[in-house]
């Protein structure tokens, strides 16, 4: 009898290292300690199930090559998979107790925004961010997160999945690439057959009118023609305009600085806001392309400050140090959600401009307090 309760306390122990693999034998008798023994044995059964269908699906949450993660309602990390870890360079076990925000470090919390789409009653949200590993790299991602239920700990917590898409957005980025490139092309063409047909014609025309009006001896003609010199004025300005958005021509024949101080004075933005164009060292020549790429980038900026942002004080800033081309732009309108931004076509557009010059494009904005782009272009190569 000893040596039978002996054995069940063994067995009891092993369970409780974690161990299910043994059970007891029982003995002829047949008799109340072997059906304790019979019940021990079944428990073992059981937990031996449950041992190889957890360690099924930690197999399955270490081996899927997207980050999983599971947050809890403040946001910090309870379990995260083999994959965040390797993918973010963090150690084993070291994203646990950090928050998402943590990896996230954008101007607006992810987590507030997962929380505000989820607690709107979208199961499943999905969209585009980013999260920075160990080292301060940036992957972009593409997230989905929903509310799970922790049977064990009889809480609600949050599963977020976040997949690497590094690959997917340089194919995009080259594709807007090409896009952007066939548009320049067809835009200087055009600039150029609108300027040299089109607006010479009409100054010649103009011209004609211009001396009959002058010589008109009918009053009410005179009238007309002069009036109709008005209008070729207002086309012909127009059309100036037109082509100098098209492809202006002081960007092909002086620098970019110029350029953009034309820009600002042509389309009637400083009557809108202020601008502070400067630039805090001497510039490099640098390519034609770059050159374009970095006019519309500025272009788009100003015209996003003054639409989307009301902005009134403008700030454009050019440096240049150890071969790094640098250019600040502030403005001081309403600001934006920059997660959000990924849907315009403008800030991708400009993305790609400047990644296809292997620069960076960096930009913050914060609710009422404005908007900052950082770009630096290496100009080494
Ligand atoms: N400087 C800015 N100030 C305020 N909001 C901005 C600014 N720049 C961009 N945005 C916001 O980001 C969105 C995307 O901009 P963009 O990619 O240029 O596309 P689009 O100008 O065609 O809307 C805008 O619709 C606007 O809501
Ligand atoms: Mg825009």
Do not use: W
Request: aromatic share 8%; glycine share 4%; net charge positive.
């Amino acid at each position: 009898m000893d040596k039978r309760f002996k054995e069940i306390s063994l067995l009891i122990r092993e369970y409780s290292l974690g161990r299910f693999e043994n059970d007891i034998t029982l003995s002829p008798l047949l008799d109340e300690v072997d059906a304790i023994s019979n019940g021990i044995n079944m428990l073992g059964e059981e937990l031996r199930a449950i041992t190889i269908s957890r360690n099924y699906f930690n197999n399955i949450f270490n081996s899927v090559s997207d980050m999983v993660f599971i947050l809890n309602n403040k946001g910090v990390i309870e379990d995260a998979n083999r994959s965040a870890e390797v993918q973010l360079h963090y150690e084993s076990g070291a994203l646990f107790g950090k928050t998402i925000n943590d990896l996230h470090k954008g101007n607006i919390s992810i987590l507030r925004s997962i929380t505000k789409e989820l607690k709107k009653g979208n199961s499943l949200i999905s969209n585009e961010s980013f999260l920075h590993t160990k080292y301060g790299n940036v992957i972009p991602v593409s997230i989905t997160a929903t509310y799970f239920k922790d049977e064990r700990k009889k809480k609600q917590v949050i599963l977020l999945t976040a997949c690497d898409i590094t690959y997917q957005k340089k194919a995009e980025n080259l594709v807007i690439r090409a896009i952007i490139d066939t548009q320049e092309i067809e835009r200087r063409r055009l600039a150029k057959d609108l300027h040299d047909s089109l607006t010479q014609q009409l100054s010649a025309i103009k011209f004609y009118i211009s001396s009959i009006a002058e010589s008109a001896k009918n009053q009410q003609q005179k009238i007309i023609l002069l009036k109709s010199n008005d209008a070729l004025t207002n086309v012909i300005t127009d059309m100036r305009n037109i082509c100098f958005n098209l492809m202006p021509k002081t960007l092909e024949e002086f620098s970019l600085l110029k350029a953009v101080k034309e820009f600002c004075n042509h389309f009637l933005y400083h009557k809108k806001a202020k601008f502070i164009i400067e630039q805090t060292n001497a510039l490099p020549n640098f390519s034609k392309e770059l050159k374009i790429d970095l006019y519309r980038v500025i272009q788009e900026f100003i015209t996003n400050a003054i639409n989307h942002g009301n902005a009134n004080k403008i700030t454009i800033r050019f440096s240049y140090l150890k071969e790094i081309l640098k250019l600040l732009l502030v403005d001081n309108g309403k600001g934006f959600d920059t997660n959000q931004s990924g849907r315009g076509m403008g800030i991708q557009n400009m993305q790609s401009r400047i990644k296809s010059h292997k620069g960076e494009l960096n930009i913050e904005s914060y609710m009422g307090k404005g908007t900052s782009y950082k770009i630096s272009i290496p100009l080494n190569d």
